[in-house]
């Protein structure tokens, strides 16, 4: 499954300033910050977003947010956002922002 080119460009368009890298991963779009990844626009659907850890379990309670599942397991300081919940700029900021926040925070790679 391809991922969503629209919301790949709006993710790129609200990344521009901090010149976040792209890279194909995981059949969608990585965006890396200091090497390290912080959003993917999902072949799923979506986007997968990079969240301190002991948050997972708060924000699953949030309306569109879902586990991400990876040989399925849960993979814990991410979570997978869906497009209802990425309809408008500001919504998609501000999920791109704390993705960016966490990978910023990390040791540059």
Do not use: C
Request: aromatic content about 4%; proline content about 6%.
């Amino acid at each position: 499954m391809a991922y969503d080119r629209e919301l790949a460009d709006r993710v790129r368009e609200l990344l521009a300033p901090r010149g976040a890298e792209e890279k194909p991963m995981f059949g969608g779009l990585a965006f890396l910050v200091n090497g390290n990844m912080s959003v993917v626009v999902s072949g799923h659907g979506g986007l997968m977003v990079r969240v301190p850890a002991g948050d997972t379990d708060t924000l699953l309670a949030t309306a569109h947010v879902e586990p991400m599942i990876m040989s399925g397991r849960q993979v814990r300081g991410w979570v997978r956002v869906g497009a209802p919940a990425l309809g408008t700029r500001r919504r998609l900021s501000a999920w791109v922002e704390r993705g960016v926040g966490v990978a910023a925070a990390l040791p540059a790679k």
